[in-house]
Nanobody, 119 residues
């Protein structure tokens, strides 16, 4: 089992920045990839960014490319999402997720952290 705890959400004005953190605990040695997803009110959950744990290779949704940066600190079992130039449409609950080796999809999820961007 892997436990994920997000932090760093809050209220920020458009154009501002926030950094989300996600600390992983438990059987983290089998973690293959971690990602960030978000869900806005009335919308489906969508992919934001992902990072491969071993190589730090990253991939982003087009909507956040150039504004958001995902990174990880192996020693701290932590993944970050630096969000710059925030827009009101970035308002959502942000979830951290982990995909273990051989899993077909992300199989562990955090509880989410609210990000609200005011115009």
């Amino acid at each position: 089992q892997v436990q994920l705890v997000e932090s760093g959400g809050g209220l920020v004005q458009a154009g501002g920045s926030l950094r989300l953190s996600c600390i992983a605990s438990g059987r983290t040695s089998n973690t293959y990839r971690m990602g960030w997803f978000r869900q806005a009110p009335g919308k489906e959950r969508e992919f934001v960014a992902t990072i491969r744990w071993s190589t730090a290779g990253t991939y982003y949704a087009d909507s956040v490319k150039g504004r958001f940066t995902i990174s990880r600190d192996n020693a701290k079992n932590t993944v970050y999402l630096q969000m710059n130039s925030l827009k009101p449409e970035d308002t959502a609950v942000y979830y951290c997720a982990a995909k273990t080796a051989y899993a077909d999809e992300y199989n562990y999820w955090g509880q989410g952290t609210q990000v609200t961007v005011s115009s």
